[in-house]
Each structure stands twice: as C-alpha cells, then as structure tokens.
C-alpha cells in the first residue's frame, strides 16, 4: 500500500507563489514511485478534478494550458517526492490540490492541500 501526503496549501494574494509537496510513503512506495509518472490534479466544488501537471519517471513535463508558464512540476526519486512550484496565482487556481499517479489509482488519493487565491 503507498500513502500520498500532500502539503504546502495556503492562502495567497494574486500573484503570489506556492510550493506544494507530496510525499510517497508505505510498504513497496519507493520502488512504484520511482517508476511511475506523477500528477498533480485539482478540484473545485461541483467540478471534476482536473489534471494538472504530471512528470514521467524520466522527468518528462507535461502542463494543463491555463498554467504553463506559471507552474512547475518536479521529482525527487531519493525521497520519494514530487513538488508542484506554482508562481503567478490567479484566483481561478482557487481548489483542492492532490497528487496521484498518472493514470491515478483510487486508493492512493490523500487529503489534498487547500490553494485560496485571494485579495
């Protein structure tokens, strides 16, 4: 079983920046993490969650539209790690960010960590 811990949620400002982190952890964790791709997925309510930015094993990136530019995702296989550095927040990034592999599997969804972009 592999348990997903997603961190560094806040409130901020427009403009402002946030770095999320999702550590794996659990029996077998190490060696599914560092083979599998990673995303960041997001969900406001009444909506579908929405992926957001994954990155392959190799460290291969891939974005949503509406973040490129602004987002970065990013691994670290020696701690079983994935960040999600976002810069430029715009009130619509307002939700609940989670992480997951790509594609997901329904037991490893976590908690998630609040994003609020706000004035």
């Known amino acids: 079983q592999v348990q997903l811990v997603e961190s560094g949620g806040g409130l901020v400002q427009p403009g402002g920046s946030l770095r999320l982190t999702c550590a794996a952890s659990?029996?077998?964790?190490?060696?599914?993490?560092?083979?599998?791709?990673m995303g960041w997925y997001r969900q406001t309510p009444g909506k579908q969650r929405e992926l957001v930015a994954t990155i392959t094993s190799g460290g291969a990136t891939n974005y949503l539209d509406s973040v490129k530019g602004r987002f970065t995702i990013s691994r670290d296989n020696a701690k079983n790690t994935v960040y999600l550095q976002m810069n430029s927040l715009k009130p619509e990034d307002t939700a609940v960010y989670y992480c997951?592999?790509?594609?997901?599997?329904?037991?490893?969804w976590g908690q998630g960590t609040q994003v609020t972009v706000s004035s």
């Open positions: 659990g029996r077998a964790s190490g060696s599914i993490f560092k083979i599998s791709t």
């Open positions: 997951n592999l790509m594609p997901t599997i329904r037991g490893y």
